[in-house]
């Protein structure tokens, strides 16, 4: 069974940057779309962006739109997230996850694999 591996979360000032990786287990990463999501509690888990296989479809929502960026390298297995100008309202736990469709418009959880989850605190 696939795993998802994270990494990047932490604690930034606002303002920094992160940048978060997922990297797959094996090589059961090929033509699927990658997303990732946050959630904070007692509110529902949130995509904030999505990209496809080959990188000609992304997507985000406006909350995060012009700071976060999704790229892929397929060679390495891995997803990342780009984060600049992170403000306090971003603290949450980031979920890496595998499959589902990503469109422009949004995306769908179908067959998803989530990864384990990974803090980032936003704070001064």
């Known amino acids: 069974q696939v795993q998802l591996m994270e990494s990047g979360g932490g604690l930034v000032q606002p303002g920094g940057d992160l940048r978060l990786s997922c990297q797959a287990s094996?090589?059961?990463?090929?033509?699927?779309?990658m997303a990732w999501f946050r959630q904070t509690p007692g509110k529902e888990r949130e995509v904030i962006s999505c990209?496809?296989?080959?990188?000609?479809?992304?997507y985000y929502p406006d909350s995060v739109k012009g700071r976060f960026t999704i790229s892929r390298d397929n060679e390495k297995r891995t997803a990342y997230l780009q984060m600049n100008n992170l403000k306090p309202e971003d603290t949450a736990t980031y979920y890496c996850?595998?499959?589902?469709?990503?469109?422009?418009?949004?995306?769908?959880?179908?067959?998803?694999?989530w990864g384990r989850g990974m803090q980032v605190t936003v704070s001064s």
């Open positions: 094996q090589a059961d990463f090929d033509g699927y779309h």
């Open positions: 990209i496809n296989w080959i990188s000609t479809i992304t």
């Open positions: 996850a595998r499959g589902g469709v990503c469109g422009s418009a949004g995306y769908q959880i179908a067959g998803t694999v």
